[in-house]
């Protein structure tokens, strides 16, 4: 009842907004009262920008959008008979409601994220059987060793979980391949990860065929255990000990629960954040869809399945015969199915593994096709809004995950729309000065501010269009094949451990010069349009901001596609651990002071240079958090330094047996609450004005960056690395 | 769309004056044009006339009698005249132009209106006459004059008359006119001998001498009116204007007062002529010259004093006949009967023919015998094509173009704040023209809207959508006007001869529509721009309004007889009178006041809102004209405007305000009462309104500082280009140069006009919270809050809590 009322109340005080937005006011009072709205939310975002103040800021903004809408509706759009304009400007009328029709999906998503959960770590929860799966294809054994090792190393008890290697790169049909070098490969992979498998403890499984691709090799897992729990993790995610601790217990809590999803935690930058060096200090860009999104969708029982990092229910998955296979995001679609059939969901905002996202600019391309792709898919066969036995709400936060991936049209046609009028003389948006003032700028001010009120400390200004227009260029052939052929796209393994030695330009980031020198045409053409038509001069300074804007960030975007080379091969975490420096038989004082999957820097207290050589071997010993034994892991020195009152040494891990790799993978992923901290460092604000004076900074930079690369590749001072195999097709 | 535009807002905003300037709708340069034909010399004769000309009005007006046939007395006088008269004494004229003065300014100019002539004049031979004289720029061999009359070219002759005003004299061939309603246009191309800017197209101009324009009729017989109908070929006189003497012999007695009015009303209905005036007096003076009426109104009894012979059958019921009195002239109109009541149902008889009733509405406003063809009446949303609009086809070869149209709006217009009518435009340029040219529409000589034209190479608009603010439309008739600047190469050259070439370069087709939107309609108190645009709302009053005044006054009698039938005009219906109501007793009944200030009433002075002391203090000031300290302040900071940055700022300032007119009227949220109004010193006539003390009815007060002042002020005032002019709460007419200023509406009460509709009450909100801004502001914030908390509270109700 109290619900109905509230529903009702609720109806009202919109039908009310929607009254006053739908009056056709005059110019001057639509000016008036944009200003005073926007001086109302920035007065709101100075001193209650949380709890019910912010959703009172939203809905200021949602009116000043839905007046625009209203405006652009009726009063904007080329006439008719002038089919020239009318074509492209609808276009770009389509494409403002698609944006309108997001900023609302993700207004209803976010209003009210749910607030983190408490730790259950300490609680006293029954503890079922789970199995853990470990789904790879061709990842190395050394990734894979740490993985495993760091499964093992959860803090359960060893007789009610099983750790699982699923491996799809030993299937009997790889290893029977026709290319007889690729059936040798299979065959030594086989063998080698049999044994890893077996000095760890972990349960090796391969298949027949690799039918399904990762679907069918969980699948293939579901059939072959028997545990209460799934644990899913990719090869290169890495839990923390407390992993099952926190998540298991939700699923005595509720009964209907099917999944627990936990954030995604990287340990190395995309490339987007290495070459522009934002790791960092700037959030990445999957805590937004972490760190809130997720959050929101939990508020509506609508968290859904990432493919890693999560603990599902046998028995919801029985019912479905297992893991979905029909798009290439199965994890998504799996989720849909089961949030379908009634199952429930519960989101967990606490990083408890850690992985590695793609290096190269290509490989991250390669992996948004893919979700791109797949949510086409889903789209295409599952039909969110027409799910049946999905909850309303359920629906709405569907239509938002996979529409989201729809954006490259719309920007596409941000970025074309202002060169139809500086080039063609095209009439796409017909308003004037004055009305470009009182709508469309205080519309976008307000747009900017809206995103900020919602995702302020998780995503800066400017950053989630940087990141969708990088994505645009190559995404919008892969989403418009996917909308032709869509049984066509088949899984790809994103491959995640490429490094970058040289500095070049990524092999795919010709189409952004190109694009960039169009723009830059475009902003000539402005400043000659100004001076010779200057009847019209208004219009042309309107319309050649606008594409002042789209240089800004197709500038910044050659940066991106300017990969930095790097030294080191992986990241490197902080960490700050007590050790004992173990060499030449001493045992010498010293500091862990971070870690990454192949090495160490330790800073060794009361040791003489001329000790020191390279090459020599040496151990770490420390005390391991899993159990609290110590132990000694083997290393080679790589190089060495003074400091002020220590000797920092750089260290290559040797690890010769099993228990090496739980050595490594306590290193690095034990503790899951560095990872808190680090993400916790990035996270601010820096408000609208100040981001977007950063971003102008960053893109200038960016820009001649990019242009310096671009003329070095030009001159082939350094040729461009072979291609490599950047993403191997599955059968 | 997410990109923002916010790096560039100052971008856009220092630059956007730039671009505004260079739609310049500076409207100066037009003033001085027409001014300058006002002095020609007065008597000096036209060397091209080819027959003796008509005497020169000034000469002609004391003692002229254009109809003195059968009347004996005129003989002797007429020998007195100059050499023209016993020819012209043979003929009838009829002057034709219905305007104080008609100016063709610019290369094209175009008017057309309708002339009612009596059957007998129709068939009569007659000549047209035509006076006119033009700017000395003007290029003869390139500009033409035209005048057809029902169609029918009557003049095409070269423009070359720029030292001496000309007369041309031309027959008007048979079977041209016809009894009633004759269409006549007149146009005139014309073109500069030197320049080609689009300044210089300002400096072109023909004045039609109206004096001298006329039609003369050869019948004798054309002179007289032999039917009540005749009345409206009345016409106007050499200035354009119409007198009605009305003779009422009885006029100081209460029962006289209302049938006096009435008969105005109808007369002024029939006749509906733009410039009507009446005289009312007890015994008249014989005045009888084109454009005057004489109308004897009273019991048979009374007419004797003032009749030479009463008509016969007066004495025995009611009777409306034309009878021709030596002392004023042939065609006297007597209205009369054995009593007031006779005569009321001889008025009535006459009154039927023009009156309607109260409910009835109108699609057209009648406006023929000043402007062709009658104005369409918008009541809701509609589409006019501009052919139905009067407007043809028109190609162009010069550098601007003029054309315009008029459509009606209903007193209960309330849209001026929000709406915009559209112009679906339907034109071509050729290549020739360059950008940079563009296509203004004005509203009432009001920039309304401006369409670049901004490409090369020529183009055919198709219905190309121009939005017209509606902020300068008011109730009544608007005229809406297209204006074409086109810009060449050629004219930037501007070789010699240039100015005359005949390549065609603009043309508007007269597909062309106007659409008008539906709008808001509901009436407010004041609002003096509805009683002149549809007498509003007198129009609609079902009993006789109160109409109070000073009876024994006769200027007074006159001031109130033609001011009622200017609003009966204005409302196309008879308004009935009741002039027996005490002050007192109006209640919250419509009424008007009409009476010199000492004479009004304290109350009515306070509730129209005029300051007490006015009555005493007003009329002795006259002749001090104070300079006025806030004008001459804006003079001087106008003068020192421009240059340097504070020019840049100030230019800023005049592009926000053209742009969004923002006012700080625009930030109130009460509007309070405004301060009583003091009129200054120069006002000759102030009419105020307010709505009556109880509400529901309307007041009206007209008021001057004398009787005299009163009867003039009147007259000046229902001049059909300043009745126009009357709005806002208070509108005075100045005594100098024939001003009307208006004090705008600071307050008012609405009036329900149309049944109760969802989408007219929100049209009407909308109108009012665009005239509002900051109302509307706070509106749309505080359900923006309530919204904000309503969204908490479901949010706290439904989905995960936890």
């Given at each position: 009842?109290r619900?109905?009322?509230?529903?009702v109340?609720?109806?009202?005080?919109?039908?009310?907004v929607l009254?006053?937005?739908?009056?056709p006011?005059s110019?001057?009072?639509?000016?008036v009262?944009g200003m005073l709205?926007l001086f109302?939310?920035?007065?709101?975002?100075l001193?209650?920008p949380?709890g019910?103040?912010?959703l009172?800021a939203l809905?200021?903004?949602?009116?000043i959008?839905?007046?625009?809408?209203?405006?652009?509706?009726t009063?904007?759009?080329?006439?008719?008979n002038?089919?020239?304009?009318?074509?492209p400007g609808?276009?770009?009328?389509?494409a403002?409601?698609y944006s309108?029709?997001?900023?609302?999906l993700?207004?209803?998503?976010?209003?009210?994220?749910?607030a983190p959960r408490?730790?259950?770590?300490n609680?006293?929860?029954?503890l079922?059987t789970?199995d853990?799966f470990?789904p790879?294809?061709n990842?190395d054994?050394?990734?894979?060793?740490?993985?495993?090792a760091a499964a093992?190393g959860?803090d359960?008890p060893a007789?009610?979980?099983n750790?699982w290697?699923?491996d799809?790169g030993?299937?009997?049909?790889?290893r029977n391949a026709?290319?007889?070098g690729?059936a040798?490969?299979?065959?030594?992979r086989?063998?080698?990860?049999q044994?890893?498998?077996?000095?760890?403890?972990?349960?090796?499984?391969?298949?027949?065929?690799?039918?399904h691709?990762?679907a069918g090799?969980?699948?293939?897992?579901?059939?072959?255990?028997?545990?209460?729990l799934?644990?899913?993790f990719?090869?290169?995610?890495?839990?923390?000990?407390?992993?099952?601790?926190?998540t298991v217990?939700y699923?005595?809590?509720d009964?209907r629960?099917?999944l627990v999803?936990?954030?995604?935690f990287f340990?190395?930058?995309?490339?987007?954040e290495?070459?522009?060096?934002?790791f960092?200090?700037?959030p990445?860009?999957?805590?937004?869809f972490?760190?809130?999104?997720?959050r929101?969708l939990d508020?509506w029982?609508?968290?859904?399945?990432?493919g890693?990092?999560?603990?599902?229910?046998?028995?919801?998955?029985?019912?479905t015969?297992?893991f979905s296979?029909?798009?290439?995001?199965?994890?998504?679609?799996?989720?849909?199915?089961l949030h379908?059939?009634?199952w429930?969901?519960?989101?967990?905002?606490?990083?408890?593994?850690?992985?590695?996202?793609?290096?190269t600019?290509?490989s991250?391309?390669g992996?948004?096709s893919?979700?791109?792709?797949?949510?086409?898919?889903i789209l295409?066969?599952?039909?969110?809004p027409?799910?049946?036995g999905l909850s309303?709400?359920?629906?709405l936060?569907?239509m938002?995950?996979t529409?989201f991936?729809?954006f490259?049209?719309p920007?596409?046609?941000f970025?074309?729309?202002?060169?139809?009028?500086?080039?063609?003389?095209l009439?796409?948006?017909?308003?004037?000065?004055g009305e470009?003032?009182?709508?469309t700028l205080?519309?976008?001010i307000?747009n900017?501010m809206?995103q900020n009120?919602?995702y302020?400390?998780f995503?800066?200004?400017w950053?989630?269009?940087?990141y969708?227009y990088?994505?645009t260029?190559?995404?919008?052939?892969a989403?418009?094949?996917?909308?032709?052929?869509?049984r066509?796209p088949?899984?790809k393994?994103?491959?995640?451990d490429?490094?970058i030695?040289?500095?070049?330009?990524?092999e795919i980031?010709?189409p952004?010069?190109v694009i960039?020198g169009v723009l830059?045409v475009?902003?000539?053409?402005?400043?000659?349009k100004?001076?010779?038509?200057p009847f019209?001069a208004?219009?042309?300074?309107v319309?050649?901001?606008?594409?002042?804007i789209?240089?800004?960030?197709?500038g910044?975007?050659?940066?991106?596609v300017?990969?930095?080379?790097?030294?080191s091969?992986t990241r490197?975490?902080?960490v700050s651990r007590?050790c004992d420096?173990?060499?030449?038989?001493?045992?010498?004082?010293?500091?862990?002071?971070?870690?990454s999957?192949?090495?160490a820097?330790v800073?060794?207290?009361?040791?003489?240079?001329?000790?020191?050589s390279?090459d020599?071997?040496?151990?770490i010993?420390f005390?391991?958090f899993a159990?609290?034994?110590?132990?000694?892991?083997?290393?080679?020195i790589?190089?060495?330094?003074?400091?002020t009152?220590?000797?920092?040494i750089g260290?290559?891990y040797?690890p010769t047996e099993?228990?090496?790799?739980?050595?490594v993978?306590?290193?690095?992923?034990?503790?899951s609450?560095?990872?808190?901290?680090?993400?916790?460092s990035?996270?601010?604000?820096?408000?609208l004005?100040?981001?977007?004076f950063?971003?102008?900074?960053?893109?200038?930079?960016?820009?001649?960056?990019?242009?310096l690369y671009?003329?070095?590749?030009?001159?082939g001072a350094?040729?461009?690395?072979p291609?490599?195999?950047?993403?191997?097709?599955?059968t | 769309?997410?990109i923002?535009?916010a790096p560039?807002?100052l971008l856009l905003?220092?630059?956007?004056?730039?671009?505004?300037?260079?739609?310049?709708?500076?409207?100066?340069?037009?003033?001085?044009?027409?001014p300058?034909p006002?002095?020609?010399?007065?008597?000096?004769?036209?060397p091209?006339?080819?027959?003796?000309?008509a005497?020169?009005?000034?000469?002609a007006?004391?003692t002229?009698a254009?109809?003195?046939?059968?009347?004996?007395?005129q003989?002797?006088?007429?020998?007195n005249?100059p050499?023209?008269?016993?020819?012209a004494?043979?003929?009838?004229?009829?002057?034709?132009?219905p305007?104080?003065?008609l100016?063709?300014?610019?290369?094209y100019?175009?008017?057309?209106?309708?002339?009612?002539?009596t059957?007998?004049q129709a068939?009569?031979?007659t000549?047209f006459?035509?006076?006119?004289?033009?700017a000395?720029?003007?290029a003869?061999?390139a500009s033409r004059?035209?005048?057809?009359i029902n169609g029918?070219s009557?003049v095409d002759?070269?423009?070359?008359?720029?030292?001496?005003?000309?007369?041309?004299v031309?027959?008007?061939?048979a079977?041209v006119l016809h009894a009633?309603?004759n269409?006549i246009?007149m146009?005139?191309?014309?073109r500069h001998?030197?320049?080609?800017?689009?300044?210089s197209?300002?400096?072109?101009w023909t004045?039609?001498?109206?004096g001298?324009t006329?039609?003369?009729f050869d019948?004798?017989?054309?002179g007289r009116?032999?039917?009540?109908?005749?009345v409206?070929?009345?016409g106007v006189?050499?200035?354009?204007?119409?007198?009605f003497?009305l003779i009422v012999p009885s006029?100081?007695?209460?029962?006289?007062?209302?049938?006096?009015?009435?008969?105005?009303?109808g007369l002024?209905l029939?006749?509906?002529m733009?410039?009507q005036s009446f005289?009312v007096?007890?015994s008249?003076?014989?005045?009888n010259?084109?454009?005057?009426?004489?109308?004897v109104?009273?019991?048979a009894?009374e007419?004797?004093?003032v009749?030479?012979?009463?008509?016969?059958?007066?004495?025995?019921g009611?009777?409306?006949?034309l009878?021709?009195d030596p002392?004023?002239?042939?065609s006297?109109?007597v209205?009369?009967g054995p009593?007031w009541?006779?005569?009321n149902m001889?008025?009535?008889?006459?009154?039927?023919q023009?009156?309607?009733?109260?409910?009835?509405?109108?699609?057209t406003?009648?406006?023929?015998?000043?402007?062709?063809?009658?104005v369409?009446m918008?009541?809701?949303?509609?589409?006019l094509?501009f052919?139905?609009?009067g407007?043809?086809?028109?190609e162009?070869?010069?550098?601007?173009v003029?054309?315009?149209?008029a459509?009606g709006?209903?007193?209960?217009?309330?849209?001026?704040?929000?709406?915009q009518a559209t112009i679906?435009?339907d034109?071509?340029?050729t290549?020739?023209?360059?950008p940079g040219?563009h296509?203004?529409?004005?509203v009432n000589?009001n920039?309304?809207?401006?369409v670049?034209?901004?490409?090369?190479g020529?183009?055919i608009?198709?219905?190309?959508p121009?939005?017209?603010?509606?902020?300068?439309?008011k109730p009544?008739?608007?005229t809406v006007?297209i204006?074409?600047?086109?810009?060449t190469?050629a004219?930037?050259t501007c070789?010699p001869?240039?100015?005359?070439?005949?390549g065609?370069?603009f043309?508007?087709?007269?597909s062309?529509?106007?659409?008008?939107?539906?709008?808001?309609?509901?009436?407010?108190?004041?609002?003096?721009?509805a009683i002149?645009?549809?007498g509003f709302p007198y129009s609609?009053?079902?009993?006789?309004?109160p109409?109070?005044?000073?009876r024994?006054?006769?200027e007074i009698?006159?001031?109130?007889?033609?001011?009622?039938a200017?609003?009966?005009v204005?409302a196309?219906r008879l308004?009935?009178?009741?002039s027996?109501?005490a002050?007192?007793?109006?209640g919250?009944?419509n009424?008007?006041?009409v009476?010199a200030?000492?004479?009004?009433?304290?109350?009515?002075?306070?509730?129209v809102g005029?300051?007490?002391?006015t009555s005493?203090?007003w009329?002795e000031?006259?002749?001090?004209i104070?300079?006025?300290?806030?004008?001459t302040?804006?003079?001087w900071?106008e003068?020192?405007?421009?240059?340097g940055?504070?020019g840049?700022?100030s230019s800023?300032?005049d592009?926000?305000?053209?742009?969004f007119?923002?006012s700080?009227?625009?930030?109130?949220?009460?509007?309070?009462?405004?301060?009583?109004?003091?009129?200054?010193?120069?006002?000759?006539l102030?009419?105020?309104?307010e709505?009556?003390?109880?509400?529901?009815g309307?007041?009206?007060?007209?008021?001057?500082?004398t009787?005299g002042a009163l009867?003039?002020?009147v007259?000046?005032?229902?001049?059909?280009t300043?009745?126009?002019?009357?709005g806002?709460?208070?509108?005075t007419v100045?005594a100098?140069e024939?001003?009307?200023?208006?004090?705008?509406v600071?307050?008012f009460?609405?009036?329900?006009?149309?049944?109760?509709?969802?989408a007219?009450?929100r049209l009407?909100v909308?109108?009012w919270?665009?005239?509002?801004?900051?109302?509307?502001?706070?509106?749309?914030?505080?359900l923006?809050i309530?919204l904000g908390?309503a969204?908490a509270?479901?949010?706290?109700?439904l989905?995960?809590?936890?």
């Amino acid at each position: 009842m109290r619900k109905f009322l509230m529903v009702v109340q609720w109806a009202v005080a919109s039908a009310c907004v929607l009254t006053m937005v739908t009056l056709p006011i005059s110019l001057e009072t639509q000016l008036v009262a944009g200003m005073l709205v926007l001086f109302g939310m920035m007065v709101l975002k100075l001193i209650r920008p949380d709890g019910i103040w912010r959703l009172v800021a939203l809905a200021f903004g949602t009116a000043i959008v839905m007046r625009y809408v209203y405006w652009r509706t009726t009063s904007t759009l080329p006439p008719f008979n002038q089919l020239e304009n009318f074509i492209p400007g609808f276009l770009l009328y389509l494409a403002e409601l698609y944006s309108v029709m997001m900023l609302a999906l993700s207004l209803f998503v976010v209003a009210l994220p749910l607030a983190p959960r408490p730790s259950r770590a300490n609680s006293n929860d029954r503890l079922p059987t789970v199995d853990v799966f470990i789904p790879t294809y061709n990842e190395d054994a050394d990734l894979l060793a740490n993985t495993m090792a760091a499964a093992k190393g959860m803090d359960y008890p060893a007789d009610r979980v099983n750790v699982w290697l699923l491996d799809d790169g030993g299937t009997v049909q790889k290893r029977n391949a026709d290319k007889i070098g690729d059936a040798n490969n299979a065959q030594r992979r086989y063998e080698q990860l049999q044994k890893l498998s077996a000095d760890l403890g972990v349960k090796y499984l391969t298949r027949d065929r690799n039918e399904h691709a990762k679907a069918g090799n969980l699948n293939n897992g579901l059939a072959q255990s028997t545990g209460e729990l799934i644990a899913v993790f990719d090869a290169d995610h890495a839990p923390a000990r407390d992993f099952l601790k926190e998540t298991v217990g939700y699923f005595d809590e509720d009964p209907r629960l099917f999944l627990v999803q936990t954030p995604h935690f990287f340990l190395n930058p995309d490339p987007v954040e290495r070459n522009l060096r934002t790791f960092e200090n700037m959030p990445s860009e999957n805590e937004m869809f972490y760190g809130i999104i997720q959050r929101g969708l939990d508020k509506w029982n609508a968290a859904f399945f990432c493919g890693s990092a999560a603990v599902l229910r046998r028995a919801a998955l029985v019912e479905t015969k297992g893991f979905s296979g029909v798009s290439i995001t199965e994890d998504c679609e799996t989720a849909i199915e089961l949030h379908a059939r009634g199952w429930h969901s519960v989101y967990v905002d606490k990083p408890l593994i850690a992985g590695l996202q793609p290096a190269t600019f290509a490989s991250f391309i390669g992996q948004r096709s893919r979700w791109a792709q797949g949510m086409m898919q889903i789209l295409r066969f599952r039909f969110p809004p027409f799910k049946r036995g999905l909850s309303i709400p359920q629906r709405l936060c569907y239509m938002s995950s996979t529409l989201f991936w729809l954006f490259p049209f719309p920007r596409t046609i941000f970025l074309v729309a202002p060169l139809f009028y500086l080039f063609f003389d095209l009439q796409i948006f017909t308003a004037s000065g004055g009305e470009f003032m009182a709508y469309t700028l205080t519309y976008m001010i307000v747009n900017l501010m809206m995103q900020n009120y919602l995702y302020g400390a998780f995503r800066w200004p400017w950053v989630s269009e940087l990141y969708e227009y990088v994505q645009t260029v190559h995404l919008l052939p892969a989403v418009i094949s996917v909308i032709l052929n869509p049984r066509k796209p088949t899984f790809k393994v994103t491959a995640k451990d490429e490094s970058i030695t040289t500095s070049r330009l990524s092999e795919i980031g010709r189409p952004f010069f190109v694009i960039f020198g169009v723009l830059l045409v475009g902003v000539a053409m402005t400043v000659y349009k100004v001076y010779a038509e200057p009847f019209k001069a208004d219009v042309t300074l309107v319309v050649g901001g606008w594409n002042l804007i789209n240089l800004i960030m197709a500038g910044c975007a050659l940066g991106v596609v300017s990969e930095r080379g790097e030294r080191s091969a992986t990241r490197r975490v902080k960490v700050s651990r007590r050790c004992d420096f173990e060499l030449n038989g001493r045992s010498l004082q010293g500091t862990i002071e971070n870690v990454s999957a192949n090495g160490a820097r330790v800073l060794v207290f009361g040791a003489d240079l001329d000790e020191l050589s390279k090459d020599a071997e040496a151990g770490i010993r420390f005390k391991l958090f899993a159990d609290g034994s110590e132990a000694v892991l083997p290393v080679t020195i790589r190089n060495f330094e003074r400091t002020t009152d220590s000797i920092a040494i750089g260290c290559l891990y040797m690890p010769t047996e099993a228990v090496h790799h739980r050595l490594v993978a306590d290193l690095i992923f034990a503790n899951s609450k560095q990872w808190e901290q680090f993400q916790l460092s990035r996270r601010g604000n820096p408000g609208l004005l100040r981001g977007t004076f950063w971003f102008l900074r960053l893109a200038i930079f960016q820009t001649s960056r990019g242009l310096l690369y671009f003329w070095r590749d030009l001159r082939g001072a350094s040729a461009p690395l072979p291609a490599g195999q950047l993403a191997e097709k599955r059968t | 769309m997410r990109i923002g535009f916010a790096p560039f807002a100052l971008l856009l905003l220092a630059a956007s004056p730039a671009g505004a300037q260079s739609n310049s709708f500076d409207m100066s340069t037009e003033k001085p044009a027409t001014p300058a034909p006002a002095a020609p010399a007065p008597g000096a004769p036209a060397p091209v006339a080819p027959v003796p000309a008509a005497p020169t009005p000034a000469a002609a007006t004391p003692t002229l009698a254009p109809n003195p046939a059968p009347v004996q007395q005129q003989a002797s006088p007429a020998a007195n005249e100059p050499i023209a008269a016993p020819e012209a004494a043979a003929q009838a004229r009829r002057y034709i132009v219905p305007f104080s003065d008609l100016v063709f300014s610019g290369e094209y100019a175009q008017r057309s209106w309708s002339v009612f002539l009596t059957p007998e004049q129709a068939a009569s031979k007659t000549e047209f006459h035509l006076g006119y004289q033009n700017a000395v720029v003007v290029a003869p061999e390139a500009s033409r004059l035209k005048v057809s009359i029902n169609g029918s070219s009557v003049v095409d002759a070269p423009i070359a008359s720029s030292d001496n005003p000309s007369d041309m004299v031309v027959d008007v061939p048979a079977n041209v006119l016809h009894a009633g309603l004759n269409d006549i246009v007149m146009s005139a191309v014309q073109r500069h001998r030197t320049d080609c800017t689009i300044e210089s197209t300002y400096e072109l101009w023909t004045q039609i001498e109206t004096g001298s324009t006329f039609l003369s009729f050869d019948d004798a017989d054309a002179g007289r009116w032999k039917r009540i109908e005749d009345v409206r070929a009345v016409g106007v006189d050499e200035n354009g204007s119409t007198t009605f003497n009305l003779i009422v012999p009885s006029m100081g007695q209460t029962i006289s007062t209302s049938p006096t009015v009435r008969l105005g009303e109808g007369l002024a209905l029939m006749a509906n002529m733009p410039n009507q005036s009446f005289n009312v007096s007890e015994s008249g003076s014989p005045s009888n010259k084109p454009g005057t009426a004489t109308i004897v109104l009273g019991p048979a009894s009374e007419l004797s004093n003032v009749l030479a012979t009463v008509p016969a059958g007066a004495e025995a019921g009611p009777i409306a006949t034309l009878v021709d009195d030596p002392k004023f002239g042939p065609s006297t109109l007597v209205v009369s009967g054995p009593n007031w009541q006779a005569i009321n149902m001889a008025i009535d008889d006459i009154a039927k023919q023009v009156d309607r009733p109260a409910t009835s509405l109108r699609a057209t406003l009648a406006t023929r015998t000043w402007r062709t063809p009658d104005v369409p009446m918008l009541l809701t949303a509609s589409n006019l094509k501009f052919s139905e609009l009067g407007v043809s086809t028109l190609e162009f070869a010069g550098r601007r173009v003029r054309t315009d149209f008029a459509v009606g709006v209903p007193s209960d217009f309330y849209a001026e704040a929000y709406g915009q009518a559209t112009i679906l435009l339907d034109a071509a340029y050729t290549q020739d023209v360059l950008p940079g040219s563009h296509i203004d529409v004005y509203v009432n000589d009001n920039i309304a809207a401006t369409v670049p034209i901004t490409t090369f190479g020529g183009e055919i608009l198709r219905h190309l959508p121009i939005k017209v603010t509606m902020r300068h439309f008011k109730p009544g008739a608007n005229t809406v006007a297209i204006e074409a600047v086109l810009m060449t190469q050629a004219d930037a050259t501007c070789a010699p001869g240039a100015t005359a070439q005949s390549g065609q370069r603009f043309v508007v087709f007269d597909s062309s529509e106007f659409v008008m939107p539906s709008f808001a309609r509901i009436a407010r108190t004041p609002n003096l721009a509805a009683i002149s645009g549809t007498g509003f709302p007198y129009s609609r009053a079902e009993y006789a309004i109160p109409l109070i005044m000073d009876r024994t006054q006769p200027e007074i009698i006159s001031a109130a007889v033609t001011f009622m039938a200017r609003i009966s005009v204005a409302a196309g219906r008879l308004i009935p009178v009741d002039s027996s109501t005490a002050a007192a007793a109006v209640g919250n009944r419509n009424a008007v006041f009409v009476s010199a200030i000492s004479q009004v009433p304290s109350a009515v002075l306070a509730q129209v809102g005029i300051s007490n002391q006015t009555s005493s203090a007003w009329g002795e000031t006259v002749a001090s004209i104070q300079p006025n300290t806030e004008a001459t302040f804006d003079q001087w900071r106008e003068k020192l405007r421009g240059g340097g940055w504070r020019g840049q700022v100030s230019s800023l300032q005049d592009w926000m305000n053209r742009t969004f007119n923002l006012s700080t009227n625009s930030f109130r949220i009460f509007p309070g009462r405004a301060p009583d109004f003091t009129p200054q010193g120069t006002a000759r006539l102030v009419i105020a309104q307010e709505a009556s003390p109880i509400s529901g009815g309307t007041w009206t007060l007209v008021t001057a500082p004398t009787v005299g002042a009163l009867r003039d002020g009147v007259r000046a005032l229902t001049d059909q280009t300043m009745w126009r002019k009357m709005g806002g709460r208070i509108t005075t007419v100045d005594a100098g140069e024939n001003k009307v200023s208006t004090l705008p509406v600071a307050r008012f009460d609405f009036f329900e006009t149309q049944p109760f509709s969802l989408a007219n009450y929100r049209l009407i909100v909308a109108n009012w919270l665009s005239a509002n801004a900051l109302s509307y502001a706070v509106i749309l914030i505080l359900l923006s809050i309530v919204l904000g908390f309503a969204t908490a509270g479901l949010l706290g109700s439904l989905g995960r809590k936890k």
